[in-house]
C-alpha cells in the first residue's frame, strides 16, 4: 500500500478479539483473533476502503502520519 495511514489497534474484552481503526478513514475497521491477523486485515480494508470511495467519487484524504489525541 502507498498510503501511510495511522491504525489505532486495541484488545476488545466485550468482543474477544483484537480491533484495528484508521481514524482517517471513517468506518475503516477490522477485527481478529491475533496482533498479525488483525494488522493484516486492516492493510487490506483500507485498500477496499479507498477502491469503493474513489467509485462513489469521495475525496480520499492523504495520510497526516500520526494524530495526536488528548
Given at each position: 500500500?502507498?498510503?501511510?495511514?495511522?491504525?489505532?489497534?486495541?484488545?476488545?474484552?466485550?468482543?474477544?478479539?483484537?480491533?484495528?481503526?484508521?481514524?482517517?478513514?471513517?468506518?475503516?475497521?477490522?477485527?481478529?483473533?491475533?496482533?498479525?491477523?488483525?494488522?493484516?486485515?486492516?492493510?487490506?480494508?483500507?485498500?477496499l476502503w479507498i477502491d469503493v470511495?474513489?467509485?462513489?467519487?469521495?475525496?480520499?484524504?492523504?495520510?497526516?502520519?500520526?494524530l495526536m489525541y488528548a
Amino acid at each position: 500500500m502507498d498510503a501511510k495511514y495511522e491504525v489505532v489497534i486495541w484488545w476488545s474484552k466485550e468482543d474477544d478479539c483484537y480491533l484495528a481503526e484508521v481514524p482517517e478513514l471513517p468506518g475503516c475497521i477490522a477485527d481478529e483473533e491475533s496482533l498479525p491477523e488483525v494488522a493484516a486485515a486492516i492493510e487490506e480494508e483500507i485498500k477496499l476502503w479507498i477502491d469503493v470511495n474513489k467509485k462513489r467519487g469521495i475525496v480520499i484524504p492523504e495520510p497526516k502520519g500520526r494524530l495526536m489525541y488528548a
